[in-house]
């Protein structure tokens, strides 16, 4: 009777495929951002000094507490729990649809986060034509924001559908499980980021 449920997913496995090809997207970003980082090491001392590394790490941690609260929406989408049981401030009994918006809530902060960045590193001076400094961060991080907003999209798809169908279904349950592969690796390569922009300075 489970025998469709215990083989591996089409869907599944197909998003795991996509994302190997986005790892390697990713990766000959990094390698761009290190060429161009050891030929221009004076421009990259300057341009790193503007950096707002508290707020980014605030920044980072809400995005990877989301990664948490995807998590927790898949365990209660594994249990057949869509909405939630008891009050909205019991959060153990939270189903699918809460974490899911708690997710999408943190996700856009992050973005809102990002924007800000960008406006304030804009009046520094910092900008894709003014430096090649310039042009790596923001197409590294700017690829990387674009992610993060597929996956909002994602989780809207999903929530509309646990509202739209009468009852919770195995397919939404994969569906669930792949946005999640998805949200943890864009969280994952944000960590690289993170790490590779405004740490190893």
């Not at 489970?2 to 997913?9: F, I, L, V, W």
């Not at 057949?80 to 918006?101: A, D, H, N, T, Y």
Request: proline letters at 1%.
């Amino acid at each position: 009777m489970h025998g469709h449920h215990d083989r591996p997913s089409m869907v599944s496995v197909g998003t795991i495929i996509w994302l190997s090809s986005e790892l390697m997207f990713f990766a000959a970003l990094f390698a761009s951002y290190f060429t161009i980082r050891a030929v221009s090491t004076e421009l990259w001392a300057q341009e790193t000094e503007k950096l707002n590394v508290p707020f980014s790490s605030v920044n980072t941690v809400i995005l990877v507490l989301s990664s948490l609260a995807c998590q927790l929406g898949v365990f209660a989408a594994e249990r057949g729990q869509v909405g939630r049981k008891g009050s909205i401030f019991k959060m153990s009994g939270w189903g699918l649809r809460e974490w899911f918006i708690l997710t999408y809530a943190m996700g856009a902060v992050f973005i809102g986060g990002q924007a800000l960045e960008y406006t304030d590193l804009i009046h520094e001076g910092v900008t894709i034509p003014d430096s090649a400094y310039g042009t790596m961060f923001y197409l590294t991080t700017g690829f990387h924001g674009l992610h993060v907003t597929g996956g909002l999209v994602a989780f809207l798809f999903v929530l509309g559908r646990t509202y739209l169908a009468r009852k919770f279904t195995h397919e939404q349950a994969v569906s669930a499980i792949v946005v999640s592969y998805y949200w943890h690796f864009v969280d994952v390569v944000w960590i690289g980021l993170f790490a590779t922009i405004y740490l190893i300075q």
